[in-house]
Structures are given as C-alpha cells and as structure tokens.
C-alpha cells in the first residue's frame, strides 16, 4: 500500500509534539501514524510573535493513528486519546504554539470489513505516512490511490463554513488580528480546494493548485474570476511564507493595515464560498445550472433539498440511535448523545449532516442579512467538534 519514500528532515514543531505524546501514552499497538495536508508538501507555514507577546503560528496538523484492532478497544474502556490530547495541548500551551493537532484514532485493518472505518476520500487522497528513524522525521511521498469526490469537496467546504462562523461569532480581540487573518486566509484556499475537485482537478499541494487553477481557468471561471484567481495566488504565497507584507498588495495604503486587510479577505471568503456552496449543492441535487444572481430563498432551498436527500428510515435511526449509546460508553459525554439523539429521532438524520445543515444556514443568513446567534452557533460549534473531529 506504501511503497514509496520521499526523505524530508523537518524540525517540525507540532509533529516532535505528536510524536512525544504518542509514545509517552501508546506504549504499544501503533501501525501507521499518517498526517495530512500541508505538511506532506513541505508547504506548512510558521509566523513568528503573532501576537506580539512570542507566540507563534504553526498550521494545524491533522492526523490519522492506524491503531491495531486491541489497542483500539481499549480506547473505549481507558482514557488512552484524552492522554494523548491533554499532553499535546499542555505543551502547545507551554511552547506558545497557536496551532491545533486533530487526531483520529482507527483500526484501517476493519475498514476491509466495514468501510465506515475508513476515513473519507479527500484524506486517504492526502495521507502520507510519517516515519521516525534516529530521532528525524520522514514523510512517505505515496500513500492511497484514491481519487476524491463532489460530496469529498462539499463536505469540506461545510467544514470551512463551521471555521468561518465560528470565527465571526468570537469576539474580537484586535491584538489577535493577524491570527484571524490567517485563518481566514486558510479557509480562502480550502474554498479554491474544492471548486479544482468539483472540476475533476487533483492536488494536496496548495503551489500546485494555483498552478492547475490557472491552467483550468477555462473551466472555472464562473466560478472563479481572473482577478479572484490572482488574489488566491497572494493568499497561497502568504500561507506558505507567513510573511504578512505580502497582503498590503490587498490595500491600497503604503503600510500594513491589519484591520483593513482582515475585512477584504472576509469579503472575499464571503464571496467565493458562496458562489461554490451554490455550485456544490446543484452538482449534488444534480441541478444543471449556473446561479449568478441568487437570492436567500434560491440557497436555503438547496439546502433543505441537501438535507432531505439524506433522510433514514426509521429502522435505521434505531441502529444509529443504539451505535451513539455504544459510543456513549467511550467519550462519556451526554452533550454529544443528546445531539446525536435528537438528529436521528426527531429528523431523521445523521448528526454529521444535520450539522453541515446548520453551518450552510447560519453562512448564508450571515451573508444575506449580516445576522448571526453566537450562542447557538457556539453550541453547534461544540457539538462539530465532538461528532465531525
């Protein structure tokens, strides 16, 4: 399945952290430890003195652990990922890192057998295996021949929604500004992601799909203006180098106006996260059509075809519903249950996309009406984490 290796020496900050907590809480059963995204292309960024009191941005690292079938029961019964994850985060804390490790903890062996066991094609598409040998860190250049697919790319986007309300919601703290710059930046770039794979355009490298963007343009470009192509491009330099000099080309002042640039790049995921939500959810209605001047009730009607489209049987929210009291046994958590409960008996589905069903409606009344409900989105924000991290 891996046959490739492609040597990197990294002084990665986040994966030396991932790799101490591992093996300070895993003492044995470990396969596989696969990261995602940026980090497999050497493209992750680091931003020295964010804050200007010595922290640092690292981009968050996501994580696939292959576990073996035992080790992974005792996940249920010993609190094996909450070690994992209070080390990661105490020492996130204590290296002033702002950065996020997400894990997922699988056996890949079951995902044979049962398939939900595997995580979604976009992932597989991105994984790369790490490998420790003498205390350096080396990133596989293969791993899983798969190609991702349109829901792959809208499920994504709805994550970049939730990242995106979540991060309106917040309250503001102007010493923080350039952090949310970055994010947004970030979820600027997921949003290109998806519109090269809703038009069958592959890459996990960021350089790489500027390169193909533009090579594409003749078939992107209702969705993607020349001029909105050219700020992806700054965007995706600024990721990769974190140098914010770069932005001032957004702003017509001589010098860096932090304030201002956030509200230009706000502007722009507004706008171009809407236009491919739209694109998205008529590709997976199967509506042949182009929507330039939608209004409000064009968009929450395809979202109320997405989410009625997904509806279960009733025998079938039993099985759920009795799988989530199982998982209960695990996380303990009665917050998620309820959730999960609710999703499945009252409406009749899956919590994941009930959930992508709220982000897409609080998104899209933020950018028709500029209304948002912080304490509910908080709630959802909550619910996300525990059920789609």
């Known amino acids: 399945m891996i046959l490739m290796y492609l040597i990197m020496t990294k002084n990665d900050p986040l994966i030396r952290i991932l790799i101490d907590a591992v093996r300070c809480n895993i003492k044995d059963g470990v396969n596989n430890i696969f990261v995602v995204g940026s980090r497999a292309y050497d493209e992750y960024t680091v931003i020295d003195n964010v804050n200007n009191n010595r922290e640092y941005i690292v981009s968050d690292l996501d994580v696939f652990i292959d576990l073996n079938i035992r080790t992974y029961l005792l996940t249920f019964f010993t609190p094996i990922m909450f070690n994992v994850n209070k080390t990661i985060k105490d020492r996130l804390i204590k290296e002033k890192i702002v950065s996020n490790i997400s894990i997922s903890f699988r056996p890949l062996k079951l995902g044979r057998y049962l398939p939900f066991f595997y995580p979604n094609n976009l992932y597989l598409f991105e994984f790369r295996p790490i490998y420790v040998i003498n205390d350096k860190f080396i990133i596989g250049n293969k791993g899983f021949d798969i190609i991702p697919k349109d829901i792959d790319a809208l499920n994504l986007l709805f994550s970049s929604l939730a990242d995106y309300i979540y991060l309106v919601s917040s309250k503001k703290d102007n010493v923080r500004i350039r952090e949310y710059i970055y994010t947004l930046s970030k979820r600027c770039l997921t949003v290109l992601y998806c519109v090269l794979i809703f038009n069958k355009v592959y890459s996990s490298s960021y350089i790489d799909r500027i390169i193909l963007a533009k090579k594409k ?18 965007l995706t330099k600024y990721k990769i180098s974190g140098d914010y000099k770069l932005l001032n080309n957004l702003v017509e002042t001589s010098s860096i106006n932090y304030v201002e640039i956030y509200y230009i790049v706000d502007k722009f995921f507004k706008k171009t996260a809407l236009k491919t939500l739209v694109y998205g959810l008529c590709l997976d209605n199967n509506i042949n059509n182009k929507i330039n001047n939608y209004l409000y009730a064009d968009v929450d009607k395809l979202l109320i075809d997405y989410k009625n489209s997904r509806r279960i049987n009733f025998f079938n929210s039993l099985i759920f519903s009795f799988l ?8 303990k958590n009665i917050y998620k249950l309820k959730f999960e409960l609710y999703s499945l008996m009252n409406n009749r589905l ?40």
């Open 350 to 389: 899956k919590p994941n996309h009930l959930l992508r069903y709220y982000m897409g409606k609080h998104f899209i009344k933020y950018v028709y009406y500029n209304k948002i409900n912080p304490k509910e989105v908080m709630n959802l924000i909550k619910n996300w984490r525990l059920i789609m991290e």
């Open 324 to 331: 989530s009291m199982f998982s209960f046994l695990r996380h």
């Open 217 to 234: 343009s003749l078939l992107i470009d209702y969705l993607i203006s020349t001029e909105e192509l050219k700020i992806f491009e700054l």
